[in-house]
Every structure is written in structure tokens, then in C-alpha cells.
């Protein structure tokens, strides 16, 4: 499948523990990245500095559902499940 325009769930929801321009520390879950314009599209698509992790990512079904309030859902549950233990 093609990523929804107009979607960004995984750009807000998700946490990249890697370095993004601008975010030297990545991006925290729940956090817009600093690349998302207001359209919802990444504008650093297609360029060198576009984080590996975003580069591979790709679209799919059971990550996209059917709406962007699906991938929202979806995407916060693997966030929670997947998120480490600790303090905070
Ligand atoms: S969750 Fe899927 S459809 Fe939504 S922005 Fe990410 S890749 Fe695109
Ligand atoms: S760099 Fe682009 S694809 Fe990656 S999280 Fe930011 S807006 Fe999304």
C-alpha cells in the first residue's frame, strides 16, 4: 500500500531513538516530528538527511488500518507494548 497523505500517525506517535536533524535526540512518543509540515507530510522526503529509520519504514495494513484513526490506535498500542520499562 502507499502511505495516506495526510495521515502522519507514525511521524507524531511513534519514538525514534535515532538522531534527526534538528532533534539530536530523536523524537519522543507522541511528539510531532520537527519535519511534519501542517499537511502532514515529511519534509525531508527523498533527502540524504531523512533518518534511516523513516527511510525503511514502509506502509502497510496492519500498521495503516483502513484510516488514520486506525493508524493512530494501532500505532499507540505498539508504542505502548513496545515501550521500555523504568522509571518515567
Ligand atoms: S501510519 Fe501509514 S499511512 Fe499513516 S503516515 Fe505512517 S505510513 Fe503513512
Ligand atoms: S523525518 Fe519525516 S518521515 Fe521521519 S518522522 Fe520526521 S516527518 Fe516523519
Redesign the pocket.
Known amino acids: 500500500m502507499d502511505c495516506r497523505p495526510g495521515c ?1 500517525a ?2 507524531i506517535v511513534v519514538s ?1 531513538s535515532s538522531a ?1 536533524p534538528g532533534m539530536p535526540h530523536g ?1 519522543p512518543a507522541g511528539i510531532p ?4 509540515t501542517n499537511d502532514y507530510r ?4 527523498g533527502k540524504p538527511e ?2 534511516i ?2 527511510q525503511s519504514l514502509r506502509p502497510a495494513p496492519d500498521m495503516c488500518g483502513r484510516s488514520d484513526e486506525e493508524a493512530f490506535a494501532i500505532l499507540s498500542a505498539l508504542e505502548q507494548a513496545t515501550r521500555p520499562s523504568g522509571p518515567g
Open positions: 502522519g507514525c511521524c525514534i534527526i523524537k516530528c520537527l519535519h511534519l515529511c519534509q525531508l522526503f531523512r533518518p529509520v523513516c
